[in-house]
């Protein structure tokens, strides 16, 4: 990850067009990375990319954060990660959604009380609502962030990761989840 934390996170509200299929030019990247803030310069409204923002947070900090952009209408402000990669329940109730069992950063499972890395755009960190002195903002723009990685990976394809996964959407998956708690309460 080029900020070196262990996380990245912005939901798609936050993420302008998708990247089209075939070969991918600068202002496709732009096009999907082109939010920013809004400043006068000389007189004229110019807008800049969003620089990203690293900070730490506990485990429990991080799942509070993505159960709260899980309990948001999903098409906006559904969470994308990199670095993690969890479980949820799209059925269950806001708040009790992810599977914390699920929950791995780096390959690890993660732990509650451990400061994790993270890293988010400058829109991101302000709708957290954290004071400003919480968190680092660095000179990269989201932007140039992925202009650089499509430039250094050159041809790019669409592939899907799992890292977020809904058991809701799995056939049969209440029948499983039952199985399992049986089974658990025969072992113990």
């Known amino acids: 990850m080029r900020t070196g934390t262990d996380i990245a996170i912005e939901p798609f ?3 302008g067009d998708p990247l089209p299929q075939g070969t991918i030019v600068g202002a496709d990247v732009f096009r999907a990375m082109s939010y920013g803030n809004l400043a006068i310069v000389d007189g ?4 800049s990319p969003w620089r990203l923002v690293t900070f730490r947070m506990t485990g429990s900090m991080l799942i ?15 969470p994308q990660v990199s670095g993690m990669r969890f479980d949820y329940d799209s059925s269950a109730d806001p708040g009790e959604r992810i599977l914390r069992e699920t929950v791995h950063v780096g390959g690890h499972m ?9 890293t988010v755009t400058e ?19 989201a932007f140039g962030a992925v202009h650089d990685l499509v430039s250094q990976r050159g ?6 990761s799992n890292r977020i996964r ?6 049969g998956h209440k029948e499983a989840e039952g199985e399992a708690r049986l089974t658990e309460g025969i072992r113990q």
Do not use: K
């Open 13 to 15: 509200a936050y993420i």
């Open 123 to 141: 829109g991101v960190f302000a709708a957290l609502g954290l004071p400003e002195e919480f968190g680092e903002t660095l000179p990269d723009t």
């Open 155 to 160: 041809e790019m394809g669409l592939a899907t």
């Open 110 to 118: 993660l732990l509650e009380d451990q400061l994790y890395s993270v």
């Open 166 to 171: 809904d058991v809701a959407a799995i056939p």
């Open 44 to 47: 004229r409204q110019i807008a």
């Open 64 to 78: 509070s954060v993505l159960e709260m952009l899980l309990s948001l209408p999903p098409d906006p402000y559904f």
